[in-house]
């Protein structure tokens, strides 16, 4: 979908290709899996950091921010793509 030249303001014009990038990753079923695997990831994020604390102190920390940026890049990649 082309919006450059519509007329439309900015807000409107991301809020449509946000829109239409969800539309395509819910149809694509490689897109699903994806999500649910991100979704578990982000469990297992969040009950690790609930035992271990959620300070970035130490190597867990660092393990556990790494892995978070991994899955945001994952994410962004996903649907972009």
């Given at each position: 979908?082309n919006l450059?030249?519509?007329?439309?303001?900015p807000?409107?014009?991301?809020?449509?290709?946000?829109?239409?990038?969800?539309?395509?990753?819910?149809a694509?079923q490689?897109?699903?899996?994806s999500?649910?695997?991100?979704?578990?990831?982000?469990?297992?994020?969040?009950?690790?950091?609930?035992?271990?604390?959620?300070?970035?102190?130490?190597?867990?920390g660092?393990?556990?921010?790494?892995?978070?940026?991994a899955?945001?890049?994952?994410f962004?990649?996903?649907?972009?793509?």
């Open positions: 979908m450059s030249n519509e007329g439309i303001s807000m409107l014009k991301y809020y449509i290709e946000t829109r239409e990038a969800l539309k395509r990753l819910r694509d490689d897109g699903v899996v999500f649910e695997y991100i979704i578990v990831a982000v469990c297992i994020i969040g009950a690790v950091s609930a035992v271990f604390g959620i300070g970035a102190q130490g190597a867990i660092q393990a556990l921010t790494g892995g978070i940026n899955i945001t890049a994952a962004q990649a996903a649907i972009a793509g």
